[in-house]
């Protein structure tokens, strides 16, 4: 099977869409870095990478020290090995071609020990730039990758043997912000929820109703709570009337009509956490269509399948693992396992390039053995991909908040957005890596201060909106341009420089798959922005030039605020 390109491996140049978006000025920078070092060589200033050496890929980072400059490269130092020549010969050589290259993009261009080449913006680019905010409005900050892809990403997948709990809220937070940033990163997603429809979990969620509706004592391994009482009582008497008749499977049929139920439930508490899905795929859907013995008999046709005890085995440690995995038991049930593999074999036949699961870490176990079966079955395994994520503990006033769905104990989603609200929520799932357990402090989160995060960049937000019906009031209406606004004010400078990182933010997410970046950012430029307010009148009647430039700096930053809020799907105030 040919190789696709991983859309999460750094990818070296950024298209974007002229049409909607602006080039970010780091891609700009890339571009004129790579230019001047094919000029370079082209000059004669430096020798051309020889045949048998792989040419390094042209990064751009922020320096460690905003006074080294905006932007740096590290092309000197990969380029020493294969051109045999001294790292700061060779940043020399490319800064002399850089100057020539890019004299309109970047003001300053120095060398820097071990040989670093440090870039510093023109002024007139970061206007233009700024300008070019404004023009784009809500399509600010989306970009595209140089390989967009059809993504494929699963997430929340609980049971439907009970309402969404908060336990399993940080998938659906971290999932459906993942879609979000590759969406912005121009990939194609479709957003998908797996659930089981079938097997013994859902015949004890009906034993569990059943008992219920008769009054009986509840057995040992029963799901319990009050939303198993509310579903004795909504069970509508004709399922009843059949699930009770000779010969039928009471405890399946009851089973099958209350896990829809609480399906539709989790439905609308994901609705309201703003996360939709594109696909619901149902477990049992994968066996009667056929995809697990689709499945089994790719495995089969590779050598990868035997028989033993009645049961059917997958190879597994062909590949790794430390133990063969067992498909069929020897009863003739399928495991877990024969639906994954199922699953896999679907997803692909619906055209999609990558394949992303995000699970809870107890499914660490699974990991490989799906995997294994998908190179076993002639995929990339690098393309099912697999991201643990970790479990939340919920805390009230320094309390852990205990919880167990099947004993009845726990705390829904619905419950919790109503107490601290979506936003609040969202931020405090989004501003922490996904693979790092964390305390979620209840009470916190319900703060409306400085305290709260969310609260802090909302403020900033709804503080511009008030800025500019101030300004609309004075009779001050923004300047159409930037030009010239920004070259002699350092504050205004770093306003503008935290603005214009939307889109590198979005590119990073969207490469590496790391979005608390996004957060991170929201604030770092709620922060300037404040500092900004703090040091610079921005509404001043005595001066309406100044404060017509001021105001569109501003409403650059209002945009790229509203934007990066929205890829965070929380809301942007106007007044607070």
């Known amino acids: ?149 059809r993504l494929n990403v699963e997430f929340v997948s609980a049971n439907p043997t009970g309402p969404l709990t908060v336990g399993n809220a940080r998938g659906a937070f971290v999932g459906d912000l993942l879609c979000r940033v590759l969406e912005a990163g121009g990939h ?20 569990s109703v059943a008992a219920r509706r008769l009054g009986e004592e509840l057995p040992e391994e029963a799901y319990r709570g009050d939303y198993v009482e509310d579903l004795a009582r909504a069970l509508p008497a004709e399922t009843w009337s059949a699930a009770t008749a000779p010969g039928a499977d009471r405890d399946g049929m009851i089973g099958a009509w209350a896990s829809e139920r609480i399906r539709s439930g989790i439905q609308a508490s994901l609705e309201h956490l703003g996360v939709r899905f594109d696909v619901w795929k149902s477990e049992a859907s994968l066996h009667r269509d056929g995809w697990v013995d689709r499945a089994v008999e790719r495995l089969r046709a590779g050598g990868h399948i035997y028989e033993e005890e009645g049961a059917t085995w997958f190879r597994s440690t062909t590949f790794g693992d430390d133990k063969d995995r067992v498909i069929t038991r020897g009863n003739g049930e399928p495991t877990y396992f024969a639906a994954d593999i199922g699953y896999v074999t679907e997803k ?107 609260y802090y960049v909302q403020y900033a937000h709804a503080r511009i909106a008030s800025i500019l019906r101030k300004a609309v009031e004075s009779g001050i209406a923004p300047a159409p341009s930037l030009a010239g606004a920004i070259a002699d004010d350092p504050v205004a400078g770093a306003l503008a420089r935290e603005i214009l990182r939307l889109p590198e933010v979005v590119e990073d997410a969207a490469t590496d798959g790391q979005t608390q970046g996004v957060t991170a950012y929201a604030t770092e430029l709620a922060t300037s922005f404040h500092a900004y307010y703090r040091d610079r009148r921005v509404v001043d009647p005595a001066d309406p030039a100044t404060s017509a430039a001021r105001l569109a700096l501003v409403d650059a930053a209002r945009i790229a605020l509203r934007n990066a809020l929205a890829l965070l799907g929380i809301s942007a105030p106007e007044q607070m």
Not at 188 to 207: K, M, P
Not at 403 to 409: I, L, P, Q, V
């Open 1 to 149: 099977m040919p190789e696709r390109p991983d859309p999460f491996r750094r990818a070296g140049d950024l298209v974007t869409d002229p049409a909607t978006a602006p080039e970010p000025l780091r891609a700009a920078v890339r571009r004129a870095v790579q230019a001047a070092w094919e000029r370079a060589t082209a000059e004669g200033a430096l020798p051309a990478v020889p045949a048998d050496a792989v040419a390094p890929v042209v990064e751009i980072d922020h320096p460690g020290n905003p006074e080294h400059g905006d932007l740096a490269s590290n092309l000197a130092l990969k380029l020493a090995k294969p051109l045999r020549r001294p790292p700061m010969a060779i940043a020399e050589a490319l800064a002399g071609a850089l100057r020539a290259e890019a004299a309109d993009l970047l003001g300053e261009v120095s060398v820097a020990p071990p040989g670093f080449l440090n870039m510093r913006l023109a002024p007139g680019a970061i206007e233009a730039a700024l300008d070019a905010v404004r023009s784009a409005d809500a399509a600010f900050g989306r970009v595209r990758v140089a390989a967009p892809q």
């Open 348 to 454: 692909f036949s619906r055209g999609f390039d990558h394949l992303i699961y995000i699970w809870g870490a107890d499914h660490h176990g699974t990991v490989a053995r799906v995997r294994n079966a998908a190179e076993a079955m002639g995929y990339d395994r690098e393309h099912v991909e697999m991201r643990l994520v970790a479990w939340v503990r919920f805390v009230r006033d320094g309390q852990e908040v205990s919880m167990s769905k099947r004993a009845g104990e726990f705390i829904t989603l619905d419950e919790l957005l109503a107490e601290v609200g979506v936003d609040a929520a969202r931020w405090s799932f989004g501003s922490r890596t996904p693979s790092t357990p964390i305390d979620f402090d209840i009470e916190l989160a319900k703060k409306q201060s400085a305290e709260n995060p969310v």
């Open 188 to 207: 194609t997603v479709t957003r998908e929820y797996y659930f089981n429809d079938s097997g013994r979990q859902v015949r004890v969620l009906g034993a």
